[in-house]
């Protein structure tokens, strides 16, 4: 598996992010939490990009959805050594070379850690939105029914048709998926087999596509939103995933 030029690329967004560096059983989180009361039970993992849980990006939108009355956990599965946003457009950035020190023997540790912790400190439903990289540990989180609804937008690395059929077989979480125009790692192709496979009421937990025009692989957490369509693209990916959240967890 490899990642594409897409996700490295993109734009910084600009804000003063409100949540929280929380240590959950020695992993570091970034934690949104809601102004009012909220439903205690209840956790939004957010998997984030290859830039991790530092890119101000992240953190804005795990504050929105805190905003819109859900917890929200933002896990640094990349153990401190998440692509510096510095890096982000460079060309001369070894991606290669940083992934093959981020597989899942590195990075899926501390998932585990911080979802065993909230258990017990009382968590007992699940929904993970995941982006780029965090798309492939969201699909497997839902294929163990660890979580109970799931969104992905423009996810990396799933085998295509592979995993949705493993989806419609064994999973029970309602899926959203946040497509685009211009993805490599989630092209044209693999939108109209999730859509075969998962689509017209043949997943009976819920299944949902949407389809932004004009966009790129990492719209959705890092476009640009100078571009008219870009900023349509994400700010409609987290209305969709905050409606599906609404309407599923």
């Not at 967004?13 to 989180?29: F, M, N, R």
């Not at 004009?214 to 409609?236: I, N, Q, W």
């Not at 995933?241 to 967890?249: I, R, T």
């Given at each position: ?85 510095e ?118 937990p ?34 969709a ?9």
């Open positions: 598996m490899s990642l594409c030029k897409d996700c490295i690329q993109g734009v910084r967004h600009e804000g003063e992010p409100q949540g929280k560096l929380e240590t959950i059983d020695g992993v570091a989180c970034y934690v949104a939490t809601p102004t009012v009361d909220y439903p205690k039970d209840k956790v939004i993992l957010f998997l984030p990009d290859v830039f991790g849980i530092e890119l101000i990006n992240a953190k804005l939108l795990a504050d929105d959805f805190a905003t819109n009355g859900f917890k929200v956990i933002v896990v640094d599965y990349f153990n401190g050594d998440a692509i510096s946003d890096d982000m457009n460079s060309p001369s950035f070894d991606i290669k070379a940083w992934f093959a020190k981020h597989g899942t023997e590195q990075t899926r540790p501390p998932l585990d850690k911080v979802i065993a912790k909230l258990k017990e400190e009382g968590v007992t439903k699940f929904g993970a939105t995941g982006y780029c990289f965090g798309g492939r540990y969201t699909f497997d989180l839902a294929f163990e029914n660890i979580i109970q609804c799931t969104v992905v937008s423009h996810p990396s690395f799933l085998r295509i048709p592979d995993d949705l059929e493993r989806y419609f077989n064994d999973s029970q979480a309602p899926l959203l998926i946040n497509s685009c125009e211009i993805d490599q790692m989630f092209p044209i192709a693999a939108q109209a087999k999730a859509d075969e496979i998962l689509g017209n009421g043949k997943f009976t819920g299944y949902k596509r949407e389809y932004f025009p004009g966009c790129t692989h990492g719209f959705a957490v890092r476009g640009d939103m100078k571009d008219p369509l870009v900023k349509a693209g994400k700010e409609g990916s987290f209305k995933a905050v409606g599906f959240f609404q309407e599923h967890l």
